[in-house]
């Protein structure tokens, strides 16, 4: 949902000065539109120091937002939850988005927690997702990141009730959005896209229309869609270690029941002290795969997906003159 608020108030003035219903619903709205008319206005955004990954001090409105289109996180580094799966799955957006990222939109995540959250800690975090020093993760002082967090619409108390969108601004039309690292990426990457007023008019409606239905490769298994989305960020199947394992022959080396069992609640086996799940954690340190939620159905629709793909990978790889034809 983008808001203008400017257009949004013209209109009213018009349907205001046509009809007296205009009327009595522009009283209702006035406040609210007003009211978020000036809170983009100058010195609406902190400018209070922050302290990058890289231990920079910086201020938080020169020196980050300024005249830039941002993609906003809040997250904190001990979070086992859901969390990481937002830093994943932007992970994906800023391959998506290619040259432009940190060119033209600029990645920034800052930690809630961040008496925890030194700088060393989130360059750590950052480097387990294999992200580089363009995109800012920050902490700093308490009442100042709280400030932030404030003003971004970030006011949750505990940190495992705090919010998992991400908030698009562009400091220059003063646009924001709120929007979800859980849906399509080349949706999201679209949505990055037109808070710029220039790529906004260059996308042709029909490019919009088919924005979401760009699919990764040709399988169309009910297990798919889930494993791209909840999976994607941090594996591959047959393409390398990503933030966790790469998954290809997972069920050769893992008994399905082991596999039903991790994948439904991880946390459960690391507490119970399931030996090849302590072994992972310990591979893994930096990030723990967070219970996603899954029925069983869903984790055995993933598991038949990932079966399927690793039987097409080597399909592929024995018959070396198959011509590709998937992207
Ligand atoms: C936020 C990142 C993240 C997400 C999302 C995630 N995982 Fe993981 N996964 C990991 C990490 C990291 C490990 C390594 C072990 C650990 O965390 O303790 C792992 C381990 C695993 C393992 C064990 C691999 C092995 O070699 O035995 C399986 C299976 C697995 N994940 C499946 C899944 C599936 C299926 C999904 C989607 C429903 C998923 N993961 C989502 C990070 C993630």
Redesign the pocket.
Same mark, same amino acid.
């Given at each position: 949902m983008r808001i203008n608020v400017a257009s949004l108030a013209h209109f009213w003035r018009r349907a205001a000065a046509s009809s007296w219903l205009a009327a009595l619903v522009m009283f209702v709205f006035t406040g609210i539109t007003q009211a978020a008319e000036t809170r983009w206005k100058e010195g609406y955004i902190p400018n209070v120091p922050v302290v990058t990954q890289d231990g920079r001090t910086l201020l938080f409105y020169d020196d980050v937002m300024k005249g830039r289109i941002s993609i906003i996180s809040f997250i904190y580094t001990s979070c086992r939850d859901i969390c990481?799966?937002v830093t994943?799955r932007l992970s994906q957006l800023e391959d998506n988005l290619g040259d432009s990222a940190g060119r033209d939109y600029f990645f920034v995540s800052i930690s809630i927690d961040p008496l925890n959250d030194t700088p060393d800690k989130l360059k750590e975090y950052s480097k387990a997702f294999g992200i580089g020093s363009r995109w800012l993760f920050l902490t700093g002082k308490a009442q100042d990141i709280e400030l932030i967090r404030h003003r971004l619409g970030e006011r949750s108390r505990a940190l495992t009730e705090h919010r998992n969108e991400v908030l698009l601004f562009n400091d220059v039309t003063g646009e924001w959005e709120r929007n979800s690292a859980f849906g399509d990426i080349n949706v999201l990457a679209s949505a990055v896209r037109a808070m710029d007023p220039v790529q906004r008019a260059a996308l042709r409606p029909t490019e919009q229309a088919n924005a979401g239905t760009f699919v990764d490769d040709p399988l169309n298994l009910p297990g798919q869609a $889930?494993?791209l989305k909840?999976?994607g =960020?941090?594996?591959t199947i047959g393409r390398g270690n990503r933030? =966790?394992?790469d $998954?290809q022959g997972?069920s050769t080396? #893992?008994s399905r029941d082991w $596999?039903t069992a *991790?994948?439904m609640k991880?946390e459960k086996m #690391?507490a119970s002290k399931d030996p090849?799940?302590l072994a @992972?954690?310990q591979? *893994?340190p930096e990030? #723990?795969?967070?219970n @996603?939620g $899954?029925s069983e159905f869903d984790s055995s629709d993933?598991i038949a997906y990932?079966e399927a793909m690793t039987y097409a990978r080597r399909a592929d790889e024995s018959t070396p003159h198959a011509h590709h034809h998937h992207h």
């Amino acid at each position: 949902m983008r808001i203008n608020v400017a257009s949004l108030a013209h209109f009213w003035r018009r349907a205001a000065a046509s009809s007296w219903l205009a009327a009595l619903v522009m009283f209702v709205f006035t406040g609210i539109t007003q009211a978020a008319e000036t809170r983009w206005k100058e010195g609406y955004i902190p400018n209070v120091p922050v302290v990058t990954q890289d231990g920079r001090t910086l201020l938080f409105y020169d020196d980050v937002m300024k005249g830039r289109i941002s993609i906003i996180s809040f997250i904190y580094t001990s979070c086992r939850d859901i969390c990481p799966v937002v830093t994943a799955r932007l992970s994906q957006l800023e391959d998506n988005l290619g040259d432009s990222a940190g060119r033209d939109y600029f990645f920034v995540s800052i930690s809630i927690d961040p008496l925890n959250d030194t700088p060393d800690k989130l360059k750590e975090y950052s480097k387990a997702f294999g992200i580089g020093s363009r995109w800012l993760f920050l902490t700093g002082k308490a009442q100042d990141i709280e400030l932030i967090r404030h003003r971004l619409g970030e006011r949750s108390r505990a940190l495992t009730e705090h919010r998992n969108e991400v908030l698009l601004f562009n400091d220059v039309t003063g646009e924001w959005e709120r929007n979800s690292a859980f849906g399509d990426i080349n949706v999201l990457a679209s949505a990055v896209r037109a808070m710029d007023p220039v790529q906004r008019a260059a996308l042709r409606p029909t490019e919009q229309a088919n924005a979401g239905t760009f699919v990764d490769d040709p399988l169309n298994l009910p297990g798919q869609a $889930l494993f791209l989305k909840t999976c994607g =960020g941090c594996h591959t199947i047959g393409r390398g270690n990503r933030v =966790g394992p790469d $998954l290809q022959g997972i069920s050769t080396r #893992r008994s399905r029941d082991w $596999l039903t069992a *991790y994948i439904m609640k991880p946390e459960k086996m #690391r507490a119970s002290k399931d030996p090849a799940a302590l072994a @992972l954690a310990q591979k *893994y340190p930096e990030v #723990r795969m967070p219970n @996603l939620g $899954l029925s069983e159905f869903d984790s055995s629709d993933v598991i038949a997906y990932i079966e399927a793909m690793t039987y097409a990978r080597r399909a592929d790889e024995s018959t070396p003159h198959a011509h590709h034809h998937h992207h």
